[in-house]
Nanobody, 128 residues
Framework: QVEPVESGGGQVQAGGSLRLSCTFS????????MAWLRQAPGQPRKGVSC????????YYQDSVKGRFATSRDNAKKTLYLQMNNLQPEDTAEYFC?????????????????????WGQGTQVTVSS
């Protein structure tokens, strides 16, 4: 079974909202910082948000600050991304991952998922 499993994507107009979810079944979810990354066509996969293992600290790419909010439920092994005021430039495939460090996940490319694989992602399309 591929994990994680991302869901919640869709097609919305600019200014709309979506809530993404990401669920793990085998990983020791509570042991890791968790991140959302996105990849637009022809672009590298980039960190969008990250949350520490206990949820006390969150980190965001500058372009989504004030619009996106990440949270987690360790009991459910689920990561969330609430996306408000979506813009066409947010259009991308969104992936989640257990990561090593939040700061480097947001700052650098080439994130390697601690689960050893990527999920299938969930597509977000924002029209103007």
């Amino acid at each position: 079974q591929v994990e994680p499993v991302e869901s919640g994507g869709g097609q919305v107009q600019a200014g709309g909202s979506l809530r993404l979810s990401c669920t793990f079944s085998r990983l020791s979810f509570e042991d890791y910082p968790m991140a959302w990354l996105r990849q637009a066509p022809g672009q590298p996969r980039k960190g969008v948000s990250c949350i520490t293992w206990d949820g006390t600290d969150t980190y965001y790419q500058d372009s989504v600050k004030g619009r996106f909010a990440t949270s987690r439920d360790n009991a459910k092994k689920t990561l969330y991304l609430q996306m408000n005021n979506l813009q066409p430039e947010d259009t991308a495939e969104y992936f989640c991952a257990a990561v090593t460090d939040c700061r480097s996940t947001i700052r650098y490319l080439g994130v390697v998922p601690r689960a050893g694989q990527w999920g299938q992602g969930t597509q977000v399309t924002v029209s103007s």
